[in-house]
Protein backbone atom coordinates (compact mmCIF):
# COMPACT_ATOMS: atom_id res chain seq x y z
CA UNK A 1 0.00 0.00 0.00
CA UNK A 2 0.42 3.66 -0.18
CA UNK A 3 0.28 6.69 1.64
CA UNK A 4 -0.10 10.71 0.71
CA UNK A 5 0.77 12.96 3.87
CA UNK A 6 0.32 16.51 3.09
CA UNK A 7 1.03 19.37 6.26
CA UNK A 8 1.86 23.02 6.47
CA UNK A 9 -1.31 24.52 6.24
CA UNK A 10 -2.87 27.24 8.50
CA UNK A 11 -4.39 30.70 8.93
CA UNK A 12 -2.10 33.47 7.34
CA UNK A 13 -3.02 36.48 6.43
CA UNK A 14 -3.67 38.31 3.31
CA UNK A 15 -0.65 38.75 1.44
CA UNK A 16 1.33 36.63 3.54
CA UNK A 17 3.14 32.70 2.34
CA UNK A 18 2.85 28.78 2.73
CA UNK A 19 4.47 26.03 1.73
CA UNK A 20 2.91 22.50 1.37
CA UNK A 21 4.29 19.55 1.85
CA UNK A 22 3.20 16.43 0.53
CA UNK A 23 5.19 13.14 1.13
CA UNK A 24 4.32 9.55 -0.03
CA UNK A 25 5.05 6.42 1.41
CA UNK A 26 5.15 2.88 1.25
CA UNK A 27 5.92 -0.06 -1.29
CA UNK A 28 6.60 2.81 -3.82
CA UNK A 29 8.66 1.78 -7.20
CA UNK A 30 7.77 5.12 -9.01
CA UNK A 31 6.11 8.33 -8.77
CA UNK A 32 4.60 9.97 -11.80
CA UNK A 33 2.88 13.22 -12.47
CA UNK A 34 2.11 14.73 -8.60
CA UNK A 35 -0.68 17.26 -8.46
CA UNK A 36 -1.90 19.62 -5.93
CA UNK A 37 -5.79 19.98 -6.31
CA UNK A 38 -8.11 22.43 -3.90
CA UNK A 39 -11.42 22.42 -2.76
CA UNK A 40 -13.25 25.72 -1.35
CA UNK A 41 -16.57 25.42 0.25
CA UNK A 42 -19.00 24.69 -1.66
CA UNK A 43 -16.96 24.41 -4.57
CA UNK A 44 -15.83 21.89 -6.85
CA UNK A 45 -12.11 20.87 -6.58
CA UNK A 46 -10.07 22.16 -9.34
CA UNK A 47 -6.61 21.26 -9.86
CA UNK A 48 -3.79 24.01 -9.13
CA UNK A 49 -0.32 23.03 -10.17
CA UNK A 50 1.26 19.63 -11.68
CA UNK A 51 4.67 18.35 -11.68
CA UNK A 52 5.91 15.34 -14.25
CA UNK A 53 8.48 13.03 -13.03
CA UNK A 54 11.15 14.96 -15.27
CA UNK A 55 9.79 18.60 -13.64
CA UNK A 56 7.73 19.78 -15.94
CA UNK A 57 5.42 21.89 -14.69
CA UNK A 58 1.89 23.19 -15.14
CA UNK A 59 -0.48 25.80 -13.53
CA UNK A 60 -4.12 26.47 -13.27
CA UNK A 61 -3.87 29.57 -14.70
CA UNK A 62 -2.81 33.29 -14.36
CA UNK A 63 -4.45 33.35 -11.01
CA UNK A 64 -2.16 30.72 -9.38
CA UNK A 65 0.63 31.42 -11.54
CA UNK A 66 3.94 33.68 -10.44
CA UNK A 67 2.56 33.48 -6.91
CA UNK A 68 2.53 29.08 -6.19
CA UNK A 69 5.50 27.20 -7.51
CA UNK A 70 5.39 23.65 -7.36
CA UNK A 71 9.00 21.42 -6.60
CA UNK A 72 9.64 18.14 -6.25
CA UNK A 73 12.42 16.27 -4.59
CA UNK A 74 12.28 12.33 -6.06
CA UNK A 75 14.94 10.88 -3.83
CA UNK A 76 12.28 11.94 -0.58
CA UNK A 77 9.07 11.10 -2.64
CA UNK A 78 8.05 14.89 -1.92
CA UNK A 79 5.88 17.23 -3.39
CA UNK A 80 5.87 20.77 -2.69
CA UNK A 81 3.44 24.06 -3.25
CA UNK A 82 5.00 27.47 -2.35
CA UNK A 83 2.31 29.76 -1.88
CA UNK A 84 3.26 33.63 -1.56
CA UNK A 85 1.10 37.09 -1.38
CA UNK A 86 -1.78 34.68 -0.58
CA UNK A 87 -5.54 36.09 -1.10
CA UNK A 88 -8.49 35.82 0.55
CA UNK A 89 -10.11 33.00 -2.61
CA UNK A 90 -7.30 30.81 -1.94
CA UNK A 91 -8.75 29.55 0.91
CA UNK A 92 -9.57 25.73 0.19
CA UNK A 93 -8.87 22.19 1.21
CA UNK A 94 -5.13 21.35 -0.52
CA UNK A 95 -5.08 17.99 -1.28
CA UNK A 96 -1.93 16.25 -3.21
CA UNK A 97 -2.48 13.22 -5.66
CA UNK A 98 0.08 11.35 -7.57
CA UNK A 99 0.74 8.08 -9.56
CA UNK A 100 1.94 5.49 -7.87
CA UNK A 101 3.65 2.49 -9.47
CA UNK A 102 4.46 -0.32 -6.48
CA UNK A 103 6.10 -3.68 -7.59
CA UNK A 104 2.22 -5.11 -7.83
CA UNK A 105 -0.28 -2.01 -9.18
CA UNK A 106 -0.53 1.12 -10.51
CA UNK A 107 -2.41 3.59 -7.83
CA UNK A 108 -4.02 6.91 -7.96
CA UNK A 109 -3.06 7.84 -4.48
CA UNK A 110 -5.17 10.83 -2.89
CA UNK A 111 -3.50 12.93 0.31
CA UNK A 112 -6.22 13.46 3.26
CA UNK A 113 -6.39 17.46 2.37
CA UNK A 114 -4.68 19.86 4.32
CA UNK A 115 -6.60 23.21 5.40
CA UNK A 116 -5.39 26.70 4.10
CA UNK A 117 -7.43 29.46 5.70
CA UNK A 118 -6.50 33.00 4.10
CA UNK A 119 -8.09 35.93 6.22
CA UNK A 120 -7.23 39.24 8.19
Known amino acids: QVQLVESGGGLVQPGGSLRLSCVAS????????MIWYRQAPGKERELVAK????????YKDSSVKGRFTISRDNAKNTVYLQMNSLKTEDTAVYYC?????????????WGQGTQVTVSS
Open 97 to 109: NAAISTTTRFIDS
Open 51 to 58: ITSGGSTT
Open 26 to 33: GSIVTIGT
